[in-house]
């Protein structure tokens, strides 16, 4: 009998892997739920009984939820990245650190074979597969749904005839959840007009009066919310989460460019990550030179998009790390930020290393740092080369027409 190691979240997905690896296939089924946040305790316990009535030979849960911050958010948002400006990464990102758990896991019990509930449609396959066949060349990938292509609708009629009770109306939506947002898909996240209804997203809005959230960042990290310290940034995401969740804040529908080349839409909820992202970014506007900006964006953008396509193994990822973890020196301070329903304001910041500092003049006001006549001559050299273009052009203007 081989011996399988299943990625397993409970859903409609890996509930058909299970049933079909165990009972249709022979398979001596290890599933393995990779904790990036999204679960509470009580929740694990019934998914894990759920699981053992289903037929597997054990349920484990691998809790990588701090790992998933050191090696993966942290950099996210040193990086202030949102993939097409829209999506903080949320599953892509989690999806890599699952990868590499699961595969780790297999090789430490000696699994022949390896298996998760990707569809052949979306970018999931790809990121599992990748980080898969890196760590364990030489063990079996299995991918029941996508190689037999099959429908929810069909997946819900198998569990059905399989004597599986579950919220089937609820399974119409794919819901991800983890400490670094949720994505939603559905029905209406396949057409490109279609909004998800209120009551699919797992948070409902039940605050609606005004609040100010006060963030703090040592060095790139969120160490503080509302002046509370807490001793790792996960928990301080966790807070930000439960103050702003509430609001609707971070809702959003994203459409990109999937790996395999086609366009993607998903539905997605992230209080957490969109007030923390933007938040350090109205941080790092204070607090960085303009060319530090300039360069970090840039290589920022190319290491969200290396990531969401699964390539977080390639060496390259690591040397763009260091080169961001570098820029953070001086990204220390407190910023304001307003929640209201559904969205959410910036008020502004304080920090010891703020570059908009009144000891050298006031933008559009005074200066103290330069004189008029400094400026007289900075302009002319400044400007000199487009000067020379234009007069040693401007008598072939009429020609070049």
Request: proline share 3%; hydrophobic share 35%.
């Amino acid at each position: 009998m081989k011996k399988v190691v299943l990625a397993y979240s409970g859903g409609l997905d890996t509930t058909f892997c299970a049933i079909h690896l165990t009972k249709e296939k022979g398979y001596e089924v290890h599933a393995v739920l990779v904790n990036t946040g999204g679960f509470e305790k009580e929740e694990l316990k019934g998914i894990g009984e759920r699981a053992e009535k289903l037929g597997v030979a054990s349920f484990k849960v691998l809790d990588v939820t701090r790992t998933y911050y050191d090696e993966v958010i942290k950099y996210l948002i040193f990086g202030n990245v949102l993939k097409n400006q829209t999506y903080p990464l949320s599953v892509s990102a989690e999806r890599i650190l699952q990868a590499k758990a699961l595969a780790e896991h297999a090789k430490s019990i000696g699994a022949n074979c390896i298996a998760h509930g990707s569809t052949g449609a979306g970018n999931d396959q790809v990121r599992f597969d990748m980080i898969f066949q890196t760590i364990l060349p030489d063990v079996e990938i299995i991918t029941p749904i996508r190689d037999l292509k099959l429908s929810r609708e069909e997946e819900i009629n198998f569990l059905k005839k399989h004597g599986v009770s579950m919220n089937f109306e609820k399974a119409a939506y794919s819901i991800n959840k983890g400490i670094w947002g949720t994505s939603v898909g559905g029905k209406e996240t396949l057409s490109s007009d279609q909004a998800l209804p209120e009551e699919a997203y797992p948070t409902q809005v039940s605050k609606t009066d005004p609040e100010t959230i006060s963030i703090g960042f040592e060095k790139g990290e969120i160490t503080r919310v509302n002046g509370q310290l807490f001793s790792h940034p996960v928990e301080a995401i966790l807070k930000v989460q439960e103050i702003a969740g509430p609001f609707g804040i971070g809702r959003d529908i994203h459409v990109g460019d999937t790996i395999i080349g086609i366009k993607g839409r998903v539905g997605f909820e992230a209080a957490a990550p969109m007030l923390i992202i933007k938040a350090h970014q109205l941080l790092e506007k204070h607090t960085l030179t303009k060319w530090q900006g300039y360069w970090k964006n840039q290589l920022a953008e190319f290491y969200g998009n290396h990531l969401h396509e699964g390539h977080y193994l390639d060496p390259v990822m690591r040397n763009l790390e260091s080169f961001m973890a570098s820029t953070q020196s001086y990204v220390s301070g407190e910023v304001k930020i307003q929640l209201h329903p559904y969205r959410f304001s910036m008020i502004g910041i304080h920090s010891k290393h703020d570059l908009m500092s009144s000891k050298f003049g006031s933008y559009g006001e005074m200066n103290k740092g330069y004189t008029a006549e400094d400026v007289k001559g900075f302009t002319k050299i400044f400007g000199n080369q487009t000067a020379i273009f234009h007069q040693v052009n401007q008598n072939h203007a009429h020609e070049d027409h």
